[in-house]
């Protein structure tokens, strides 16, 4: 039996530089707008630091920082019993801008369940979290 998907992503074009969307996307208390409700962080930006971000429509989730490589990757990672979710922002630079990536793995004993159910949604609603961060980057 073939083993199920437990990636997903979705990006964004934005004419911003690297530079403008990291300063956006390490920045959670400006996210919020479009699909994000809500988004904090508890300290300076960095590993070890932990955001918690609400979509529309879902649950607050909480995430530690876990790898930084400024200005073109930040993970966060979430753990729940039977599942950990690694989030990742990745910004690379292309002619007349950027390009902005927010994936999940998925991995664990549920990690298959939850990829069957939520990661479709996951995978949309990053198409509209990266779209608002370049949104945002775009504008300063």
Do not use: C, N, Y
């Amino acid at each position: 039996m073939a083993k199920a998907r437990r990636s997903f992503e979705g990006s964004t074009r934005s004419s911003a530089s690297a530079p403008q969307v990291w300063d956006v996307w390490t920045d959670p208390p400006r996210w919020p707008g479009g699909i994000i409700e809500s988004a904090s962080i508890d300290r300076e930006f960095g590993v070890g630091a932990r955001i918690t971000v609400k979509g529309k429509g879902g649950p607050a989730t909480a995430s530690t920082v876990t790898q930084v490589e400024s200005p073109r990757l930040w993970t966060g990672t979430s753990s729940f019993p039977g599942l950990s979710m690694r989030f990742e922002h990745q910004i690379d630079s292309v002619p007349d801008g950027t390009i902005l990536t927010e994936r999940v793995i998925m991995a664990g004993p549920l990690a298959g369940l939850a990829a069957m159910f939520i990661g479709p949604r996951l995978a949309t609603a990053f198409v509209s979290s990266t779209a608002r961060i370049a949104e945002i980057a775009e504008r300063h």
